[in-house]
């Protein structure tokens, strides 16, 4: 086991119970309340600004929720200037605080209402939209099958399933989350959506992996242990940059859960996704910038 890894679970398991004493019980009220629960995301009330001219949806992954996921990556935008958004979605009857587990397609119909209410709340003609594991995934079929590439400039995947991955890779991802074990006895839709050649994935990648109109990025770890092989997130297709992260930090030993927890460098290179007009080379460096 990677170093890194001995100390990311226990990391991880330490953020989820900080967001769990914050989070209602249900997500309508969570929505409701997450402004003060995020730091400062969520902020119905936030205008963009010239510099930063679309809100920024974040999409959390499978077991996560529209805080543990963001408890770094959404205070990092905020502080430099973006109104950003995240929600909860993929909910199952009688489970809470575990999300992102109903079937991608429901999921992504909740993301189309969810960035409709950002673009009326904030007068913004598209947003950004970043989103980790899951959530960096289920957007193409928003932008696919739902109209979503006319209210999106730019869709960025951190360690996204685009292609799928073992059910094996997949509950891997319960050792990040305590209690989740349970739900294994309970139907999730979203694991057997996610796993290599099910119906749900042969239906999103059929004709291509993009649409036009919208640019893609994908930040993808080689210590991935979730999303396998690797480099089966990449997507094909104009307007993509496919990277990854140990070729801008080749000391960044972040695993699939890490990278969109909390590596600044994976940040930095979210916001130059976000920013390419102003743009800045990620480097190691980039975890004090």
């Not at 050792?175 to 050649?197: C, E, I, N």
């Not at 997130?233 to 080749?250: H, K, S, T, Y």
Request: net charge negative.
């Amino acid at each position: 086991m990677l170093p890194w890894k001995r100390l990311i679970r226990p990391l991880a398991a330490l953020l989820l119970a900080a967001a769990a004493t914050t989070l209602p019980a249900t997500s309508a009220a969570a929505a409701d309340t997450a402004a003060t629960s995020s730091r400062g995301w969520n902020d119905y009330a936030c205008k963009p600004s010239s510099a930063h001219p679309r809100p920024v949806v974040l999409v959390h992954g499978t077991f996560a929720n529209s805080v543990d996921n963001w408890l770094g990556l959404a205070p990092y935008l905020v502080n430099r200037g973006y109104c950003v958004y995240s929600l909860d979605y993929g909910q199952l009857p009688g489970v809470p605080f575990f999300n992102g587990l109903g079937p991608i397609e429901k999921s992504a119909q909740q993301l189309d209402t969810f960035v409709d209410r950002v673009l009326a709340s904030t007068g913004a003609a598209e947003v950004d939209l970043v989103g980790h594991s899951q959530g960096g995934m289920m957007p193409r079929y928003y932008l696919k099958f739902l109209g979503g590439a006319a209210e999106v400039n730019a869709l960025i995947g951190i360690a996204p399933s685009n292609h799928g991955t073992t059910l094996g890779g997949l509950t891997q991802l319960l050792d990040y989350f305590p209690g989740a074990g349970d739900l294994l006895s309970t139907a999730t839709p979203a694991l057997a959506d996610q796993v290599v050649g099910s119906p749900f994935l042969t239906k999103l990648n059929a004709g291509g992996d993009t649409v036009p109109g919208v640019t893609y990025t994908v930040l993808a770890t080689k210590y991935d242990e979730v999303v396998t092989p690797y480099r089966s997130q990449f997507l094909d297709g104009p307007n993509v940059r496919n990277v990854v992260i140990q070729d801008l930090c080749a000391a960044d030993l972040s695993e699939h859960a890490a990278i969109g927890l909390l590596d600044r460098v994976a940040f930095h290179e979210v916001t130059n996704a976000l920013d390419p007009a102003h743009a800045t080379p990620t480097t190691c460096l980039s975890v004090i910038g």
